[in-house]
């Protein structure tokens, strides 16, 4: 390597390592998982944070620590407990691979939280990110993170011209984070580099005047910045119609549905209902799927409200419609499991999005007396 190569490596790591570090200690975030750190909290904030703005995230971190202070109590709890608590954070899978992740180290390991990579992997629903995350944090692992964060940063750095989401974007990324990893206090430069993406090289007007990277930055000096990462071309998000059938028995009680777990949104409870095929109305639709979910014939009556709602990998309008069933009893043919619930009681019940504005909507109305 020439002297003048060997002088640019040096001010590169002398950048992450000093000027990125002093920066973290001045402006880091008073953030709750940061206070008393233990393996436990480390893992139920990055399961959380995992598609999840830390601003949303601090509420429901907080209630979940005051419903499952220790990794214990979480794995003694009913799963639909974890689901409810979990509730409205999206991404269910997360939960569902908490609580089962939980009762294997409770089982596996005695209630200790598993120390190595190899072992961190083996859980249910931790992959390299979170595995990297968790060790180095709880564990000072040398092991660098890698999230959107670290991607937007190092892809300016370096004036990445692969589309950031790009399998080759991915590794020029790793591999740079795995070079310049502190390996003395890899935690800290961890949560640097996540908290120096979220704060100053944010995807939007970042602040590359008081940025600790900005005399190395590749970006920063074509005065592009905000060009970076680079972008593949967008595909069109499909758009879905959904009817959901709220059905009343003969005591006026609702009917819900358990979608299975290996469904999107497995394990939460939900008005019945599915997709409408092309050329089908809501009253159509309702009246195949009942048929073909809960093994039962239903009158379709007026409809109560249009939930709009947003995926991300796609958006849908739900037509929720009043339903009576004229023959046959309900069986868990298409789901998990259904149950009968006064209406009062809707909302003890852990629901997509969605259908907690459908639950709403009804509540009200036989709180009010306009319900059918």
């Not at 005399?215 to 074509?222: D, G, R, T």
């Not at 059905?247 to 497995?266: F, K, P, V, W």
């Not at 009576?324 to 789901?335: F, L, T």
């Amino acid at each position: 390597m020439t002297t003048k190569l060997v002088r640019q490596q040096t001010v590169i790591t002398n950048a992450f390592h000093r000027n990125l570090i002093d920066w973290f200690r001045q402006h880091r975030r008073l953030l709750p998982w940061r206070n008393k750190r233990t393996p436990y909290r480390v893992w139920i904030a990055e399961i959380m944070l995992q598609q999840t703005r830390v601003d949303q995230a601090q509420p429901y971190f907080d209630r979940f620590m005051k419903r499952f202070p220790s990794l214990r109590s979480l794995a003694a709890a009913p799963r639909e407990d974890v689901l409810k608590c979990w509730e409205g954070l999206g991404y269910y899978s997360r939960a569902r691979n908490l609580h089962e992740a939980a009762r294997h180290i409770a089982r596996d390991h005695k209630g200790r939280f598993p120390r190595t990579r190899e072992e961190l992997l083996a859980l249910p629903g931790i992959g390299p990110y979170t595995a990297a995350a968790i060790g180095s944090l709880a564990f000072q692992l040398p092991l660098a993170v890698v999230d959107g964060n670290v991607i937007r940063v190092l892809s300016r750095v370096f004036a990445i011209e692969e589309p950031a989401s790009s399998s080759k974007t991915t590794r020029q990324v790793q591999e740079w984070a795995d070079r310049l990893l502190l390996q003395e206090d890899p935690g800290t430069f961890n949560e640097a580099m996540m908290e120096l993406g979220a704060l100053c090289c944010t995807p939007r007007g970042p602040d590359c005047p008081n940025c600790p990277l900005r005399a190395i930055c590749q970006a920063h000096k074509k005065g592009q910045a905000e060009a970076y990462p680079r972008k593949a071309p967008r595909k069109k998000i499909p758009h879905k119609l959904v009817a959901a059938g709220v059905i009343i028995n003969s005591r006026n009680q609702i009917l819900l549905a358990q979608r299975r777990d290996t469904d999107m949104l497995g394990g939460l409870w939900e008005f019945p209902g599915g997709k409408m095929e092309p050329g089908e109305d809501a009253v159509a639709c309702l009246e195949r799927e009942l048929k073909e979910e809960l093994g039962i014939r239903v009158r379709v009556g007026d409809e109560l409200l249009v939930v709009a709602h947003a995926f991300s990998h796609f958006t849908m309008d739900l037509h929720a419609h009043w339903v009576k069933i004229i023959s046959g009893r309900p069986r868990a043919i298409e789901c998990a499991d259904y149950v009968w619930t006064p209406p009062a009681q809707l909302r003890m019940y852990p629901m997509p999005r969605a259908d907690v504005k459908i639950a709403e909507h009804v509540m009200a109305r036989f709180a009010d007396g306009t319900a059918t």
